[in-house]
């Protein structure tokens, strides 16, 4: 088990109960690929940098989970399939390195 950083951008024109219904999905998908979440932070609405379908903004979810390597790249591919996920990536974090001073 690793642990990774899942960064979800979804479509900026939900309303908060689709805004709600996404999230929940989002999070039995990460359940149903073995991940454990450990910490999930809303970003909210933001600006990006260039637009992704015609959109300038988009909602921005981020999420912390443990979970087995050879599962990665079919969560990713899950998630992309929802139809108000404009983006998913999935970054492996690194423990900090302890030096002796």
């Not at 999070?27 to 970003?43: M, Y």
């Not at 108000?84 to 302890?98: D, F, S």
């Amino acid at each position: 088990m690793r642990k990774y950083e899942v960064n979800v951008i979804l479509n900026p024109n939900l309303d908060q109960s689709q805004l709600a219904l996404e999230k929940e999905i989002i999070g039995k998908v990460l359940e149903a690929f073995g991940a454990r979440v450990e910490k999930v932070e809303e970003w909210g609405l933001r600006r990006l940098a260039y637009p992704i379908a015609k959109d300038p903004q988009g909602y921005f979810l981020w999420y912390q989970v443990e979970m087995p390597e050879d599962r990665v790249n079919d969560l990713a591919r899950e998630l992309r399939l929802r139809d108000n996920v404009r983006r998913v990536m999935v970054v492996k974090t690194q423990e900090p390195l302890l030096t002796k001073a």
